[in-house]
């Protein structure tokens, strides 16, 4: 079964800084990857996603992602944080069983300071 | 391009009261359909998902139902409403092929009181 871990609940950065939100997927053959943006009491948008055609994904708003295959990993980056970034941040997987649900982890809360 | 439609934005219902949630698709034919849940500073529960008319998975045992009545129409209802069942619910379609992103609604606020 597939399932992603997020380390840090929260991630608090100055503007201008880099970002960087960490994920690990746990999953036994290649898979899909993604990571969503939510704002305050609105739906979640994707950012980018990975599909196995590049490693080094570029999403929107600046942000990009590596496929890390020897670490299991899909971190996001951004070298350089804006206030308007601040926003909860979701990696995930798809669930390659049936009825092709994507599965979430529990989200990283992104602070921006001025 | 596909649209998906969530309403009410928000919502505040007595204990006890029932609940109906709808949630339509544009531009798209046979969508998968999906139910989240959304706990204050937690991530996102799947409670249901639909890939077809009249078919309905639940993923965990709960005050809520859901039905597909039309292909691009989802309903999530309640016959009484608890104070747990309380949060943010979003609804999201995803297409039939497993790199394929899931396209999320605006989400209603719904609290019991």
């Known amino acids: 079964a597939q399932s992603v871990t997020q380390l840090g609940s929260h991630v608090s950065v100055s503007e201008g800084a880099l970002v960087l939100l960490r994920c690990n997927y746990s999953?036994?053959?290649?898979?899909?990857l993604f990571w969503y943006v939510q704002y305050p009491n609105q739906g979640l948008q994707l950012l980018l996603k990975?599909?196995?055609?590049?490693?080094l994904v570029k999403g929107i708003n600046g942000f990009e992602a590596e496929f890390k295959k020897s670490e299991t990993s899909f971190h996001l980056t951004k070298p350089s944080a804006h206030m308007r970034d601040a926003a909860e941040y979701f990696c995930?997987?798809?669930?390659?069983?049936?009825?092709?649900?994507?599965?979430f982890g529990a989200g990283t809360r992104l602070f921006v300071k001025a | 391009s596909q649209t998906i439609h969530q309403w009410p934005a928000t919502l505040v219902q007595p204990v006890g009261s029932p609940l109906s949630l709808e949630c339509t698709v544009e531009?798209?034919?046979?969508?998968?359909l999906y139910w989240y849940r959304q706990a204050a500073g937690r991530g996102l529960q799947l409670l249901f998902y639909?890939?077809?008319?009249?078919?309905i998975s639940s993923e965990v045992p709960q005050n809520l139902s859901a039905s597909r009545p039309q292909d691009r129409q989802f309903i999530l209802s309640s016959k009484k409403l608890l104070l747990s069942d309380s949060g943010f619910y979003l609804c999201?379609?995803?297409?039939?092929?497993?790199?394929?992103?899931?396209?999320f609604g605006q989400g209603t606020r719904l609290t019991v009181v």
């Open positions: 999201a379609w995803k297409g039939t092929l497993h790199y394929t992103e899931a396209f």
């Open positions: 999953s036994s053959v290649p898979p899909y």
């Open positions: 990975y599909t196995s055609a590049a490693t």
């Open positions: 995930a997987v798809s669930d390659l069983t049936g009825g092709f649900k994507t599965i």
């Open positions: 531009g798209t034919s046979n969508p998968n």
């Open positions: 639909s890939v077809g008319i009249g078919q």
